[in-house]
């Protein structure tokens, strides 16, 4: 079952624009409420990388790769958990993944392509 469910990648030229959004369709509020969610991206060859994560209390915690162009932010009443990045840069080019944990438990989103490239 598809716990995660990523939208809004695609291709943007550099200093361009985009906003990922994540949902959580089959998470109840009182689940989802106190889960730490994240974004996570992948490029071709690399590892898997935090991007940037939220506590359910609205900490945020980011790479320093993204600090000051990528902005996270949840909306617990909608279930949802968004990545504003700005200023795109070609090393942003990536699979980016969403992900809810709580406690030992982590589940992913399957991924959506960013690709930023003139």
């Given at each position: 079952?598809?716990?995660?469910?990523?939208?809004?990648?695609?291709?943007?030229?550099?200093?361009?624009?985009?906003?990922?959004?994540?949902?959580?369709?089959?998470?109840?509020?009182?689940?989802?409420?106190?889960?730490?969610?994240?974004?996570?991206?992948?490029?071709?060859?690399?590892?898997?990388?935090?991007?940037?994560?939220?506590?359910?209390?609205?900490?945020?915690?980011?790479?320093?790769?993204?600090?000051?162009r990528f902005t996270i932010s949840r909306d617990n009443a909608?279930?949802?958990?968004?990545?504003?990045?700005?200023?795109?840069?070609?090393?942003?080019?990536?699979?980016?993944?969403?992900?809810?944990?709580?406690?030992?438990?982590?589940?992913?989103?399957?991924?959506?392509?960013?690709?930023?490239?003139?």
């Open positions: 079952q598809v716990q995660l469910v990523e939208s809004g990648g695609g291709l943007m030229q550099p200093g361009g624009s985009l906003r990922l959004s994540c949902a959580a369709p089959r998470t109840i509020t009182s689940v989802f409420n106190p889960s730490l969610m994240a974004w996570y991206r992948q490029a071709a060859g690399l590892e898997r990388e935090l991007v940037a994560s939220i506590s359910s209390g609205g900490n945020t915690d980011y790479a320093d790769s993204v600090k000051g909608r279930k949802r958990v968004y990545l504003q990045m700005n200023n795109l840069k070609a090393e942003d080019t990536a699979v980016y993944y969403c992900s809810r944990q709580l406690g030992s438990q982590i589940y992913w989103g399957q991924g959506t392509q960013v690709t930023v490239s003139s």
